[in-house]
């Protein structure tokens, strides 16, 4: 059960912010929030993650909403080779808890 | 970040035969490994749990007799596809927790496996 709802996908003119929002309205407390990508026929790339801070790093802003029910990433700057396929996932923090992948949004960049 | 690497990145057996998939731990060890399959245009779909020095646990409606899994060290973990058919052909990924406190999990590069 992936406990997330992402659109199907999503379009975005190169160069400019991509949003991807991510649905997670049965979040529970200790539950983070990861953003993972997905590059044709390569394994999952880390992107960002966090509990209920908004975070930034050199690849993306993550915004978590107040009631943690949603959360949106943000590439602020849309490259081509951001192509791919971007998984949101809620997961407990701790040893031997897994990770498990919804349907995910495939985000095309457009030139 | 943590590197993991996993090989073959691409395989064609013979229905029947067995395969063995490796993934490392380059610059970490890891007690904690993953083990994905993903069908074309699917998402990736977590078969197995993989414990150093302990059995593997594994998801619902997976055959832990067909795909068989062994941890023997920090840093290595590997998945055999026992007796192969074509049902079983498909993109498997190994990924490692990085126990560094910085929970992240880290994915190989992926197998592609194609039984004929």
């Known amino acids: 059960d992936a406990k997330t709802t992402q659109p199907t996908s999503m379009d975005c003119a190169e160069g400019r912010a991509a949003n991807l929002p991510c649905n997670h309205s049965t979040i529970s407390g200790n539950e983070y929030v990861y953003w993972y990508r997905q590059i044709h026929s390569q394994g999952p790339q880390y992107i960002i993650h966090g509990l209920k801070n908004n975070e930034t790093n050199e690849m993306a802003s993550l915004i978590i909403t107040e009631d943690r029910k949603s959360s949106t990433l943000i590439l602020p700057h849309a490259t081509l080779r951001d192509t791919a396929v971007y998984y949101c996932?809620?997961?407990?923090?701790?040893?031997?808890?897994?990770?498990?992948f919804g349907t995910g949004t495939s985000l095309t960049v457009i030139p | 970040g943590a590197v993991v690497s996993q090989h073959p990145s691409r395989v064609i057996c013979k229905s029947g035969t067995s395969v063995k998939i490796e993934c490392r731990s380059l610059d970490f060890q890891a007690t904690t490994m993953f083990w994905y399959r993903q069908f074309p245009k699917k998402s990736l779909m977590l078969m197995a749990t993989?414990?150093?020095?302990?059995?593997?646990?594994?998801e619902q409606g997976v055959e832990k007799d067909k795909f068989l899994i062994n941890h023997a060290s920090l840093t290595l973990s590997t998945l055999t596809v026992t007796s192969a058919h074509p049902e079983d052909s498909s993109f498997y990924i190994c990924s490692a927790r990085d126990g560094q406190g910085r929970e992240k999990l880290f994915f190989g590069s992926g197998t592609q496996l194609s039984v004929l």
């Open positions: 993989s414990n150093e020095g302990s059995k593997a646990t594994y």
């Open positions: 996932i809620v997961r407990v923090i701790g040893t031997g808890n897994q990770f498990y």
